[in-house]
């Protein structure tokens, strides 16, 4: 069975002080994996598409990577308005794009 | 230019009433997705359309939940009757046909059963 799980839970963070998010995925053949930011009250916010063990892709202080198991979004020098949930995702070949969601790391970052 | 609206944005209701949730998608989105997703967990797929046609509900519980695509453009999602367990946020999410994996959602609606 396809499955996300994500860790940590929670992680709080000092203004400017890095770390990573993991997502470790069980596929049967994965089409690509996902990263969005949902907001309190709102809905997810797409990020990033991976699709290949090795790619890596950034977008300001965001950086993800992806392995054949997992992948990791590093967060460097995060500002408070980093604060959210990250949730990961993953399609398998035989889905039509179809995700399976984790249950996010929900990221606080104290000014 | 504009984002996808569901109304309403929240809702309670007893257990065994039905209650509807409405969404609109961005303009020219071919493919448009109803999640349920519970506190603390991640969305899970309940429908997916394609244009007015449904390409996946193999999770929605169609005993008490429907949902159609009317002209391919607005949709409706209801749940008729109500259980406590429906209690949720319900998103909807639409997006191009050439990438279904960058979907664009809605705020979502909160339904609390009591």
């Known amino acids: 069975e396809d499955q996300v799980t994500q860790s940590p839970e929670a992680l709080r963070l000092q203004e400017g002080e890095s770390s990573s998010l993991n997502c470790s995925y069980t596929?049967?053949?994965?089409?690509?994996l996902f990263w969005y930011r949902q907001d309190p009250g709102k809905g997810p916010e797409f990020l990033f598409t991976?699709?290949?063990?090795?790619e890596e892709k950034e977008k300001e202080r965001l950086k993800a990577t992806l392995t054949k198991k997992e992948s990791f979004l590093h967060i460097t020098a995060p500002k408070p308005e980093d604060s959210a949930t990250y949730l990961c995702a993953v399609s398998n070949m035989d889905s039509n794009y179809q995700l399976i969601w984790g249950a996010g790391t929900k990221l606080i970052i104290k000014p | 230019e504009a984002g996808v609206a569901q109304s309403p944005r929240y809702k309670i209701i007893e257990k065994r009433q039905s209650v509807a949730f409405w969404c609109n998608p961005i303009?020219?989105?071919?493919?448009l997705y109803w999640y349920q997703q519970i506190l603390g967990q991640g969305p899970k797929l309940l429908i997916q359309?394609?244009?007015?046609?449904?390409?996946?509900d193999s999770q929605l519980p169609k005993d008490r939940f429907s949902a159609e695509r009317l002209k391919g453009v607005d949709s409706t999602l209801k749940i008729q009757p109500a259980k406590l367990e429906d209690s949720a946020v319900y998103l909807c999410?639409?997006?191009?046909?050439?990438?279904?994996?960058?979907?664009?959602f809605g705020p979502g609606t909160r339904l609390t059963v009591t």
């Open positions: 359309f394609q244009n007015n046609g449904v390409v996946d």
């Open positions: 303009s020219g989105h071919a493919t």
């Open positions: 999410a639409s997006s191009l046909s050439d990438s279904p994996w960058k979907q664009y």
């Open positions: 596929v049967s053949g994965l089409r690509g």
């Open positions: 991976l699709y290949s063990a090795g």
